[in-house]
């Protein structure tokens, strides 16, 4: 059975940083392309961040150079680095499989993130 | 890139309505279109990809139409867990969801 667990979020101030992990079972994280997407508090969903299989990462405009993605494959984890966090980073943050490197397949339960001084 | 326009943002039905959610996308994506289901607390659900192919194990209540810049998701006879908000998502160029569709009960 897939399952993906994510961990790490919390409050932080603003200028903060934080590190989420996402540990996976029944796949391999290193095979798959890999993402994050998080959901502000009662708005919509937002693409945050890809690692793909052959390790190339990609992320959002509101993101880009203040997040970094990475995985660590001994432990079939993914990982979001966020640094430099401001108070619209606020959101629940989602690690998700891309299955053919479209479609979000499965998710995660979802880890809370709190920007706020 | 890419916007994707949901309507409405909400509505209301009862139980056995046929419901019906759009999805316009900025410019042309081909069948490049997703739905998911999200129910409060919980993460999204994968219900249609490729426009108009359910996911295994998807009711199938639940159909997608369309191409190019005009989709719909279709759910022919409402039932009581399918009370929920309903995203459309493009995979033509990056990702993006629309804003969400709140299916609440009438």
């Known amino acids: 059975e897939v399952q993906l667990v994510e961990s790490g979020g919390g409050l932080v101030q603003p200028g903060g940083s934080l590190r989420l992990s996402c540990a996976a079972s029944g796949f391999t994280v290193s095979s798959n392309y890999m993402s994050w997407v998080r959901q502000a508090p009662g708005k919509g969903l937002q693409w945050v961040s890809v690692i793909y299989s052959g390790g190339s990462t990609y992320y959002a405009d509101s993101v880009k150079g203040r997040f970094t993605i990475s995985r660590d494959n001994s432990k079939n984890t993914l990982y979001l680095q966020m640094n430099s966090l401001r108070d619209e980073d606020t959101a629940v943050y989602y690690c998700a499989r891309l299955r053919i490197g479209n479609l979000f397949d499965s998710w995660g339960q979802g880890t809370l993130v709190t920007v706020s001084s | ?106």
């Open chain 2, 1 to 106: 890139a890419i916007q994707l326009t949901q309507s409405p943002s909400s509505l209301s039905a009862s139980v056995g309505d046929r419901v019906t959610i759009t999805c316009r996308a900025s410019q042309g994506i081909s069948s490049a279109l997703a739905w998911y289901q999200q129910k409060p607390g919980k993460a999204p659900k994968l219900l249609i990809y490729d426009a108009s192919s359910l996911e295994s194990g998807v009711p199938s209540r639940f159909s997608g139409s369309g191409s190019g810049t005009d989709f719909t998701l279709t759910i022919s006879s409402l039932q009581p867990e399918d009370f929920a908000t309903y995203y459309c998502q493009q995979f033509n160029s990056y990702w993006t969801f629309g804003l969400g569709t709140k299916v609440e009960v009438k």
